[in-house]
């Protein structure tokens, strides 16, 4: 027997004493992780406040304030497209690692601004951090969990997001009080905390099995399954179903193994992935893509950039208003996306994409008929407008974060096969980075071209299309092993005869 205890995916004939459950491990790794979204959604929830003064102290039009707020999610695609071959290449775990040095730095850079161009810098470096930071937490979490507790612990990310969100949304409202030139500043420098933060956890985490695995590492590899699962047979079980994923042979069993035909960090991926992908590789890209770019393109950022000039809009005149209306969408997000987290596990991961779409679809709906009203009654106080405004801000944000929001992350970081799954994902994010960018840069202008109202409602076709897409071709994943996953992808419909319980046991579903 070797020293990873494993003899030919075999359990070792001595009887082991029962252990505790380990799913506090994988819990803990996951936390780490994901602590690499709150770099993101601190830059997005501070952004929205400081804006009104980094407007005023440097005497910004609007064209260029709103190309301020969206950029980063443009430059973000470099670090997005880098992360894939990056992380197959160093590992996880140290990718991670890059991701809070370059946001750590653009913080730093963001809070010494002197000028428009000085603050563009700081904004680029930061976005390599964000795009980094995006693509790698959902795919490292969904590598370490096991499938009993996936959905719940890949939604974490997307936590972190909102917690970060929210902190930058009270950073906004304790530091308006400074004199402007110095507020903003230390709003945005101080997002620098986080990443330091980052760099010390990420000292105790594994890295992910499933990288290790390709590296021909079975020996560590195995010790990170084993305390991720609640057995022993658990550990071996996934530790088969990852090398048969990845082409090992079962009889290689060495600690360190040269893996057969390995083909090196991400090479040939992408003729796998685009060029001649397999039907149910093309199925799963579509689908990764599908799902991004409808989380985007139905108008999240804009609420969340932009809260403080629809609560202007909707008629709350006051600044200090309009900071503490922002302040509790950031509470509402964070709260139901507790409530999507702990749930994605037991309704499953296509339930909560249908509520959660067609939430947004009758919320914006409600929300650009109400802000359309009091735009074609100028100088009059519609209160029943202005307050089914803020109701439907609030009402989308909440129905936004049950579904769309912390499930996009789930869905798309396991539903590639494990040699595609790095740069799978890394595409989807691109794509939701990109959309990001180009609504929060846009969203000005087309509420002047459009009136305010008139883009929510564009938003609210969106999530209509949204909505029929997820119907027609998203399959239910929940609870089914990563290296499985492939088999419901390929005939481009959601309805599939196979499928599997939240225990992962295979079940026949009637059609």
Request: aromatic residues 10%; glycine residues 10%; contains cysteine.
């Given at each position: 027997m070797n020293s990873s205890g494993i003899e030919k995916g075999v359990v070792s004939e001595e009887i082991e004493p029962p252990r505790g459950n380990r799913s506090r491990f994988a819990f803990a790794c996951a936390i780490l992780a994901s602590m690499t979204s709150i770099i993101l959604g601190y830059d997005i929830g501070v952004m929205s406040g400081a804006a009104i003064f980094i407007k005023d102290d440097l005497k910004l039009s609007d064209v260029q304030l709103e190309i301020l707020m969206g950029i980063l999610n443009i430059y973000s695609l470099v670090g997005s497209g880098a992360a894939g071959r990056t992380s197959d290449w160093?590992?996880?775990?140290?990718?991670?690692?890059?991701?809070?040095?370059?946001?750590?730095?653009?913080?730093?850079?963001?809070?010494?601004?002197?000028?428009?161009?000085?603050?563009?810098?700081?904004?680029?470096?930061?976005?390599?951090?964000?795009?980094?930071?995006?693509?790698?937490?959902?795919?490292?979490?969904?590598?370490?969990?096991?499938?009993?507790?996936?959905?719940?612990?890949?939604?974490?990310?997307?936590?972190?997001?909102?917690?970060?969100?929210?902190?930058?949304?009270?950073?906004?409202?304790?530091?308006?009080?400074?004199?402007?030139?110095?507020?903003?500043?230390?709003?945005?420098?101080?997002?620098?905390?986080?990443?330091?933060?980052?760099?010390?956890?990420?000292?105790?985490?594994?890295?992910?099995?499933?990288?290790?695995?390709?590296?021909?590492?079975?020996?560590?590899?195995?010790?990170?399954?084993?305390?991720?699962?609640?057995?022993?047979?658990?550990?071996?079980?996934?530790?088969?179903?990852?090398?048969?994923?990845?082409?090992?042979?079962?009889?290689?069993?060495?600690?360190?193994?040269?893996?057969?035909?390995?083909k090196t960090a991400g090479k040939g991926v992408w003729k796998d992935l685009i060029v001649r992908p397999t039907p149910a590789v093309r199925h799963i890209l579509i689908a990764c893509l599908g799902i991004h770019f409808s989380q985007q393109a139905s108008g999240i950022d804009a609420v969340v950039l932009y809260s403080p000039t629809i609560f202007l809009k909707a008629g709350l005149k006051s600044k200090n208003d309009q900071l503490l209306a922002t302040v509790a969408v950031g509470v509402v997000k964070t709260l139901f996306i507790v409530v999507g987290t702990c749930v994605v596990d037991r309704f499953g991961r296509r339930a909560l994409f249908l509520t959660s779409m067609g939430g947004m679809f009758l919320s914006?709906?409600?929300?650009?008929?109400?802000?359309?009203?009091?735009?074609?009654?100028?100088?009059?106080?519609?209160?029943?407008?202005?307050?089914?405004?803020?109701?439907?801000?609030?009402?989308?944000?909440?129905?936004?974060?049950?579904?769309?929001?912390?499930?996009?992350?789930?869905?798309?970081?396991?539903?590639?096969?494990?040699?595609?799954?790095?740069?799978?994902?890394?595409?989807?994010?691109?794509?939701?980075?990109?959309?990001?960018?180009?609504?929060?840069?846009?969203?000005?202008s087309l509420s002047k071209g459009l009136t305010i109202g008139g883009a929510f409602l564009l938003f609210a076709g969106v999530a209509a299309a949204a909505?029929?897409?997820?119907?027609?071709?998203?399959?239910?994943?929940?609870?089914?092993?990563?290296?499985?996953?492939?088999?419901?992808?390929?005939?481009?419909?959601?309805?599939?005869?196979?499928?599997?319980?939240?225990?992962?046991?295979?079940?026949?579903?009637?059609?």
């Amino acid at each position: 027997m070797n020293s990873s205890g494993i003899e030919k995916g075999v359990v070792s004939e001595e009887i082991e004493p029962p252990r505790g459950n380990r799913s506090r491990f994988a819990f803990a790794c996951a936390i780490l992780a994901s602590m690499t979204s709150i770099i993101l959604g601190y830059d997005i929830g501070v952004m929205s406040g400081a804006a009104i003064f980094i407007k005023d102290d440097l005497k910004l039009s609007d064209v260029q304030l709103e190309i301020l707020m969206g950029i980063l999610n443009i430059y973000s695609l470099v670090g997005s497209g880098a992360a894939g071959r990056t992380s197959d290449w160093i590992g996880r775990r140290y990718t991670i690692v890059l991701a809070g040095a370059f946001f750590f730095c653009g913080a730093l850079l963001m809070g010494f601004a002197t000028n428009y161009p000085f603050i563009m810098v700081g904004r680029f470096v930061a976005g390599i951090g964000v795009g980094y930071a995006m693509m790698i937490a959902p795919v490292y979490t969904a590598e370490v969990a096991p499938a009993s507790s996936r959905g719940f612990l890949s939604s974490f990310p997307e936590i972190f997001i909102n917690i970060g969100i929210l902190l930058g949304y009270v950073s906004n409202y304790f530091f308006s009080k400074l004199p402007e030139h110095l507020g903003w500043r230390l709003m945005l420098g101080i997002g620098a905390i986080p990443a330091v933060c980052l760099a010390i956890g990420v000292l105790a985490m594994p890295e992910s099995p499933r990288w290790l695995v390709l590296q021909g590492r079975l020996g560590d590899a195995f010790k990170v399954l084993d305390k991720t699962s609640n057995t022993r047979e658990e550990a071996i079980s996934r530790l088969n179903d990852i090398k048969r994923a990845a082409g090992i042979p079962e009889d290689m069993t060495d600690d360190v193994i040269v893996v057969p035909n390995r083909k090196t960090a991400g090479k040939g991926v992408w003729k796998d992935l685009i060029v001649r992908p397999t039907p149910a590789v093309r199925h799963i890209l579509i689908a990764c893509l599908g799902i991004h770019f409808s989380q985007q393109a139905s108008g999240i950022d804009a609420v969340v950039l932009y809260s403080p000039t629809i609560f202007l809009k909707a008629g709350l005149k006051s600044k200090n208003d309009q900071l503490l209306a922002t302040v509790a969408v950031g509470v509402v997000k964070t709260l139901f996306i507790v409530v999507g987290t702990c749930v994605v596990d037991r309704f499953g991961r296509r339930a909560l994409f249908l509520t959660s779409m067609g939430g947004m679809f009758l919320s914006l709906t409600a929300l650009g008929t109400s802000l359309t009203v009091i735009d074609r009654n100028p100088g009059q106080t519609i209160k029943w407008a202005i307050g089914l405004s803020v109701t439907m801000v609030m009402t989308f944000v909440a129905t936004f974060s049950i579904g769309a929001g912390p499930v996009t992350w789930v869905y798309c970081s396991e539903i590639f096969p494990v040699r595609l799954r790095a740069q799978g994902a890394s595409l989807g994010v691109m794509l939701n980075r990109l959309m990001s960018g180009i609504i929060g840069m846009t969203f000005l202008s087309l509420s002047k071209g459009l009136t305010i109202g008139g883009a929510f409602l564009l938003f609210a076709g969106v999530a209509a299309a949204a909505w029929a897409f997820f119907f027609t071709f998203l399959p239910e994943t929940r609870g089914m092993p990563l290296e499985e996953m492939e088999s419901l992808f390929g005939s481009y419909t959601a309805n599939k005869k196979k499928n599997f319980t939240k225990e992962g046991k295979e079940v026949v579903e009637e059609q």
